[in-house]
């Protein structure tokens, strides 16, 4: 069973970049048809998907949040990272990775807040 957990800090200052990082146990995530995701909540709000990396290496990104996304991957690690740059008070939330259909991570929290 494919299991997720999210690490990274838990307050960041505005403009600077979010980093979160997901690690993989139970599946390799170069496994076919698999497309590893981060989704967010922000506070009192809907869930937002806001990209994917796919098991070949090819990336997908939310177009309102593409010019500040990139998702990359450590394969010898089993690993993918989230970046987000220009960060402001708004994207506080929940961040969640997960493969999409199969499962998700429990979430971490983080506040943009100088």
């Known amino acids: 069973q494919v299991q997720l957990q999210e690490s990274g800090p838990g307050l960041v200052k505005p403009s600077q970049t979010l980093s979160l990082t997901c690690t993989v146990s139970g599946g390799s995530i170069t496994t076919a048809d698999y497309y590893w995701s981060w989704i967010r909540q922000p506070p009192g709000k809907g869930l937002e998907w806001m990209g994917a990396i796919a ?38 939330a929940v961040y969640y990775c997960g493969a999409l259909g199969v499962s998700w991570g429990q979430g971490t929290q983080v506040t943009v807040s100088s």
Do not use: A, H, M
């Open 55 to 92: 098991y070949s290496g090819s990336t997908y990104y939310s177009p309102s949040l593409k010019s500040r996304t990139s998702i990359s991957r450590d394969t010898s690690k089993n690993q993918f990272t989230l970046q987000l740059s220009s960060v402001t008070p708004e994207d506080t």
